[in-house]
C-alpha cells in the first residue's frame, strides 16, 4: 500500500474531527462529516477492508485529535531482554500496550509486563519517546507516540498471559521474529544500548 494515502487519510481524519467538536455552524459541521467521510473511503480502498470497519477503528473518535500513547517496558536479566510472544499475531514483543486512563506511563509498564510476562518491576528509566512514523513500523491507521521504559525485576515468575502464549528472554544478537507493529529490530538494538550504559541519554524524535 501507498503509504502517503494512509497519512493523507489520517490528516484528513484529524481535521475532520476537529471541525466537528469545534463548529458550531451546522452547514460546517455538514462539511467537516463529508471530510469524514471522504477519509474513511480512502482507507477503504486502499486495504480493501468495509468502510463499516474502518468507521469504528480508524474514525470513532471525538474531541481534538491527539496521538495514541503506546507504552513499551525494557525489562533485561542475565544480559538478556524480556519478550512475550504475542497470540494475535504469533511474533515477539516488548510487553506493553496503549495508555490507560488513570495510571501514569510507568504504571501501565509495570502493569502490562505482569499481565503479559508474570513479572514484577519497578519502572526506573524513560529510555525515548518515538514518533511511530519515523521508524520502520507497518502502516497503522493511527498517529502514535511510542515511550520506551527500562524496569527492573523485583519478583514474581515467568507466565504468559491471556494475548501472550510465551515468555522469554533473548540476546541482542539472536533476535526471534518480532511483532513488527509492537516493535522493530532496530529499535530493539536500540534498547540494548542502555544495557550497556544506563547513563545513555534519553532519545526523543
Request: proline share 5%; with cysteine.
Amino acid at each position: 500500500m501507498d503509504t502517503k494515502w494512509l497519512e493523507w487519510a489520517k490528516q484528513l481524519q484529524a481535521i475532520a474531527q476537529a471541525g466537528l467538536t469545534y463548529s458550531k455552524d451546522i452547514y460546517d459541521l455538514e462539511r467537516f462529516e463529508m471530510i469524514r467521510n471522504i477519509s474513511i473511503e480512502m482507507m477503504s480502498q486502499q486495504t480493501e477492508l468495509d468502510q463499516r470497519v474502518i468507521r469504528n477503528l480508524f474514525a470513532n473518535e471525538t474531541g481534538y485529535a491527539t496521538p495514541k500513547v503506546d507504552i513499551r517496558a525494557v525489562v533485561f536479566k542475565d544480559n538478556k531482554i524480556l519478550l512475550v510472544k504475542e497470540k494475535s499475531d504469533g511474533a515477539w514483543a516488548m510487553p506493553g500496550g496503549w495508555g490507560d486512563i488513570g495510571l501514569t506511563p510507568s504504571e501501565v509498564a509495570v502493569k502490562e509486563v505482569k499481565e503479559e510476562a508474570g513479572f514484577d518491576v519497578k519502572a526506573i528509566k524513560l529510555l525515548g519517546v518515538q514518533d511511530k512514523k519515523c521508524h520502520p513500523h507497518p502502516p497503522s491507521p493511527y498517529y502514535v507516540y511510542k515511550l520506551f521504559i527500562q524496569c527492573e525485576i523485583i519478583g514474581g515468575e515467568a507466565t504468559k498471559g491471556m494475548e501472550t502464549s510465551e515468555v522469554n528472554f533473548f540476546p541482542e544478537d539472536d533476535l526471534p521474529l518480532l511483532s513488527l507493529g509492537r516493535n522493530t529490530e532496530s529499535q530493539l538494538k536500540w534498547v540494548f544500548k542502555y544495557l550497556r550504559n544506563l547513563a545513555e541519554p534519553v532519545y526523543f524524535d
